[in-house]
């Protein structure tokens, strides 16, 4: 049985990270979405949310689990032996901060897990979760960039916080 983890921040999912969500899920016979606290990154969305979300729009993927962990992401492996760990290349200029990210966690996996790395597809390249939220809260069209269930509850979440989109 091979068991892939892919990690992320998620405030929130997009459509590029289910792309890569649906391709790992056929590659590895199990595999599990890490929603990750990050402390340097202020989130829109609690973990337990970002979780759900991920969890209703891959409910058509039965060998697709979310978890939430904290800490070290070679700890997390290493614990739950994963054979790979699965990250996303959207360009060129992810590709140091991978590199350094693969490297250092190489040190550090137990067990034989690898970095495996996926090519965004090109539709999604251009997209960050960041951006995703700039473009909303400001009133901006994302169709086709994220899930409609996830932008409906971005629009819930900039109401409830700003009164209001425009
Ligand atoms: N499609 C669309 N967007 C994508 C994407 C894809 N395929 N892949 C990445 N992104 C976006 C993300 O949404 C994120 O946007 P944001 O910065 O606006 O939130 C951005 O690209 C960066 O993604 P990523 O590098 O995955 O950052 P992250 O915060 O989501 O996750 C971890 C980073 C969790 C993988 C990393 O911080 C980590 O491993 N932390 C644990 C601590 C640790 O072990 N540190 C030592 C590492 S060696």
């Given at each position: 049985?091979?068991?892939a983890?892919?990690?992320?921040?998620?405030?929130?999912?997009?459509?590029?990270?289910?792309?890569?969500?649906?391709?790992?899920?056929?590659?590895?016979?199990?595999?599990?979405?890490?929603?990750?606290?990050?402390?340097?990154?202020?989130?829109?969305?609690?973990?337990?949310?970002r979780?759900?979300?991920?969890?209703?729009?891959?409910?058509d993927?039965?060998?697709?689990?979310?978890?939430?962990?904290?800490?070290?992401?070679a700890?997390?492996?290493?614990?739950?032996?994963?054979?790979?760990?699965?990250?996303?290349?959207?360009?060129?200029?992810?590709?140091?901060?991978?590199?350094?990210?693969?490297?250092?966690?190489?040190?550090?996996?137990?067990?034989?897990?690898?970095?495996?790395?996926?090519?965004?597809s090109?539709?999604?390249?251009?997209?960050?979760?960041?951006?995703?939220?700039?473009?909303?809260?400001?009133?901006?069209?994302?169709?086709g960039?994220?899930?409609?269930?996830?932008?409906?509850?971005?629009?819930?979440?900039?109401?409830?916080?700003?009164?209001?989109?425009?």
């Amino acid at each position: 049985m091979s068991k892939a983890l892919y990690t992320g921040s998620f405030d929130p999912i997009t459509n590029g990270h289910l792309d890569i969500i649906r391709r790992a899920s056929h590659m590895f016979d199990e595999l599990v979405v890490g929603v990750i606290v990050n402390p340097r990154k202020n989130c829109l969305f609690t973990k337990e949310e970002r979780a759900e979300m991920i969890r209703e729009i891959t409910s058509d993927l039965p060998n697709v689990t979310v978890d939430c962990f904290q800490g070290l992401l070679a700890d997390y492996a290493n614990e739950n032996k994963f054979d790979a760990v699965i990250r996303g290349l959207r360009a060129t200029s992810d590709f140091e901060y991978e590199i350094q990210m693969a490297q250092m966690n190489a040190h550090l996996f137990r067990d034989g897990t690898d970095s495996v790395f996926l090519m965004t597809s090109p539709e999604y390249s251009f997209i960050s979760s960041t951006m995703i939220k700039e473009v909303v809260s400001l009133g901006g069209d994302v169709t086709g960039l994220v899930p409609e269930c996830i932008l409906k509850r971005m629009i819930e979440r900039y109401k409830m916080l700003n009164g209001g989109t425009k």
